[in-house]
């Protein structure tokens, strides 16, 4: 049982360069989240789903896209690199709304 | 809109203090649900509570209690006679019950010092 697995685990990019960060769970969870971490900032949510098909946006969503096409993966892209995108991102999943989530281990960008 | 204040950034104590992290959240919601989760150094994010709307009972487990106030939107977070492994970044969340979205605080760094 993995949990959720989130690669790669550290990634540099070019500004103006594009990229997927994937994320799967293998707990048959119905919500999955992107999270960014950044000093003093907390973990602000990106974007999230409630299930396949279904994805909403967070409190900072621009510059980043996801789908929902299974129960198990949820990508996130990033269109156009920016450094301000620099971060940790963290993905997450969980059963309904009144339980926490599970986290991944977390994928360090750095964008120059 | 939901929103979560954790206003100490960082707190440095001495091993077997007593500590009380704060937690204050905002929300239109009924329904809604608090926890608390553990971030040691190493990185990762560990689950440690969580309390819904309904139930303002205190819960203790072990050196760790929280202390649930509706009244004052509270959901503060003590840890007893702290201990060097307690050092860690603590965050506070709130989970709204029509959207399920999952926001956080700011975070709490807590140092524990031998």
């Known amino acids: 049982n993995a949990g959720v697995t989130q690669t790669p685990k550290f990634q540099v990019l070019k500004t103006g360069q594009s990229m997927t960060l994937q994320c799967a769970q293998d707990?048959?969870?119905?919500?999955m989240s992107w999270y960014r971490q950044d000093p003093g900032m907390g973990l602000r949510l990106i974007h999230y789903?409630?299930?396949?098909?279904?994805?909403d946006q967070g409190e900072v969503p621009n510059g980043y896209n996801v789908s929902r096409s299974t129960t198990e993966d949820f990508p996130l892209r990033l269109l156009s690199a920016a450094p301000s995108q620099t971060s940790v991102y963290f993905c997450a999943s969980g059963w309904g709304q009144k339980y926490g989530y599970t986290f991944g281990s977390g994928t360090r960008l750095t964008v120059v | 809109a939901q929103k979560v204040t954790q206003a100490q950034t960082e707190i440095s104590v001495v091993e077997k203090e007593d500590v009380t992290l704060d937690c204050v959240y905002e929300t239109r919601d009924t329904t809604y649900y608090l926890f608390w989760y553990k971030q040691p150094p190493s990185g990762e994010l560990v689950f440690l509570i969580r309390r819904n709307s309904f139930d303002e009972q205190n819960e203790i487990s072990g050196r760790y209690s929280w202390n649930f106030q509706k009244s004052t939107s509270s959901f503060n977070f003590t840890i007893t006679a702290s201990q060097v492994v307690d050092s860690a970044v603590y965050f506070c969340a709130l989970r709204s019950s029509n959207t399920g979205k999952l926001i956080f605080g700011q975070g709490t760094t807590l140092q524990v010092k031998p």
């Open positions: 707990m048959n969870h119905e919500y």
């Open positions: 789903s409630v299930g396949a098909g279904i994805t």
